[in-house]
């Protein structure tokens, strides 16, 4: 007959207290329950795990080798088992989030902190990249998650919109438009703007072509870089970068930051979750959970989820 995984640890626990009545009050069962379970491994086993005495119950020398056999046995499945408790639970594992904005300062920042907080044991694998860009990941099923900005036409499966970003403009330091409280987005027409087709770079290109009326709105030199190299060059003189307000977190050599307006205030770009339903991943769920606990206010909203 096989031996069962509740008889190991009935024997375990036995021999920790040395006394069956100990043990038995400690398993909340019988003691004759207890002893019989012995009783029936010793005979599957074909030898005495125990030698029984007045002053108590105590291993064999062969019921000490096998103990410690069983010990690793249940020890490894349990833990085995916890593993995959969490798993399911989405409590471990790994998620893979398309993200497009900075990660030094903003809500972004503050989700992915959070999110770590809450589950140490998720392995959070973060790819970078245009709207576009991730959205195609996220259809390859490559990425779990994309939080980028900006309704995109290209998804009709999850989303859920989540916050919103000021529009900032980096400017050299020594650059007219910094002795200004704010910057208006008619006094960019005849600036040399940096641009990239990473991160919201395109974004800010159908922002520039709506505010400015103009298909061509502004001088653009395009590289292809990331955040912090493009803002090192308007440190260095290169031009005017458009950004958002996450990017405002880190200090960087010889820029300014000053937020840019239209006849209503702030410029401000929407964010969106975008997520596949049939996604069986067990760690997306509660992240995006998370989103919803900490933006109630639009994850509630008609039409967002």
Sequence with gaps: MPVEFRE?????????????????????????????????????LGGTLFERTNGGTRPTMEGQEFLGSARRIVGETEAIAARF????????????????????????RATLLDHRQRFPDVDTYLVDGSSDHLISDLASSAIDV????????????????????????ALPKNHPLTGRDVVHWGELRRELLL??????????????????????PCPLLRHDVALD?????????????????????????????????????????????????ANGNPSLRPFLDLLRERYPDLSAAPGTD
């Design 85 to 108: 408790k969490t798993r399911s639970r989405g409590e471990s594992g790994r998620l893979t989030i398309g993200v497009h904005a900075s990660l030094s300062a903003g809500n972004l």
């Design 229 to 277: 190299r493009l803002l090192a060059l308007v440190g260095a003189g290169w031009g005017i970068l458009l950004v958002l307000e996450s990017a405002t977190g880190a200090t960087y050599p010889g820029v300014t930051f000053r937020e840019v307006h239209d006849a209503e205030g702030p410029t401000r770009l929407s964010f969106r979750a975008y997520w596949r339903e």
């Design 8 to 44: 190991l640890r009935w024997a375990i626990v036995a021999s920790q207290h040395r006394s069956l009545r100990q043990a038995a009050e400690t398993l909340r069962i019988k003691q004759s329950t207890l002893s019989r379970s012995l009783r029936n491994l010793e005979n599957k």
């Design 195 to 216: 641009s990239s087709q990473r991160g919201p770079g395109p974004e800010f290109h159908k922002l520039l072509v709506s505010k400015m009326g103009s298909s061509d």
């Design 146 to 169: 994309a939080v980028v900005a900006e309704p995109n036409p290209r998804w009709s499966d999850g989303s859920l919109t989540v916050w919103s970003e000021r529009v900032v403009a």
